[in-house]
């Protein structure tokens, strides 16, 4: 009985990922407009966008559409599939955004499991510029990126994937991308395999912290290469299926295949400190 009771209290603590300690004198809270249990048979339209108005078309030869979205079985689903029509887009992914885009510092985290081919399956922030006038950024925080099959990159499917990214343009039309990424760290099992929690906390303006399966795995520092640009505007959220310049992409037989093409997210939730 003993240890029947603590195989279950493992795979709760599994499923459901605890937010870190809150620091003393704080505590955390739910931030409703960043969370989502996807337990209904739709797509609650007061939080999300079945296709991103913040990044419509995506990177060829995949492109977002809304009928790859769904919500069934507690599940987010995004099911990538072939297009037909169109000369510069032939795979239908996915690009559910949140309407809210004052996501700040606090704990965000979903429990995913990735599709199986050579698309990503991703969770991360992103901000437009404050105004066209140079020079000017964007932030992104990408808190998981998964691919989940290889052909020819890195393995992505049992490597934990987050990085940050400063993309200044300056007034001659110059973008310079700086980055922190991560460190190496286990999926296991591999991502394409198993659902996993996948969280961070954006601590502050240079100190992005993340977490799998609600342990701490490593720090990002995202304003160390910009020390005048800090990290520190409010963004919206993205959860995307998309193809990548430096992949293969899936053949028109990989994406009917329905065992192997859709990412599932089982849950969205995030939260902020506030003082006790």
């Known amino acids: 009985m003993r240890i029947l009771l603590s195989i279950f209290l493992c795979s709760i603590g599994t499923v459901f990922s605890q937010t870190p300690p809150a620091p003393e004198g704080f505590k955390w809270v739910k931030n ?56 510069k887009y032939n795979i239908a992914g996915g690009a559910v955004a949140s309407v809210a885009k004052d996501a700040f510092y606090g704990y965000y985290e979903t429990r995913m499991k990735a599709s199986s081919i050579s698309m990503s399956s991703t969770f991360w922030l992103k901000n437009k510029p404050v105004s066209n006038e140079c020079p000017f950024e964007q932030l992104e925080l990408d808190i998981v990126e998964i691919v989940g099959q290889q052909k020819r990159a890195d ?30 760290t286990t999926i296991d099992p591999p991502a394409n395999e198993a659902y996993h929690v996948y969280g961070c906390w954006w601590v502050d303006a240079n100190t992005v912290k993340i977490y799998l399966d609600g342990k701490y795995q490593f720090t990002m520092n995202p304003s160390t290469f910009f020390r005048d640009k800090p990290f520190n505007r409010e963004m919206y959220m993205h ?38």
């Open 155 to 184: 393995d992505f499917r049992t490597k934990l994937h987050s990085n940050t990214h400063i993309f200044h343009t300056d007034c001659k039309g110059e973008k310079v991308v700086k980055s922190a990424k991560g460190k190496n």
């Open 239 to 276: 959860l995307v299926t998309e193809t990548y310049n430096w992949e293969t992409p899936p053949t028109p037989e990989e994406l009917s295949d329905n065992s192997k093409n859709t990412t599932y997210y089982d849950w969205v939730r995030s939260y902020t400190l506030v003082a006790k």
């Open 32 to 87: 409703e407009k960043f969370s989502d249990e996807f337990n209904g048979d739709k797509l609650d339209a007061s939080k999300w966008y079945d296709r991103s108005p913040y990044w419509v078309h995506g990177r060829p030869p995949a492109t977002f559409r809304a009928y790859s979205v769904s919500v069934k079985n507690g599940n987010l689903q995004i099911k990538n599939s072939v297009l037909k029509g169109d000369k």
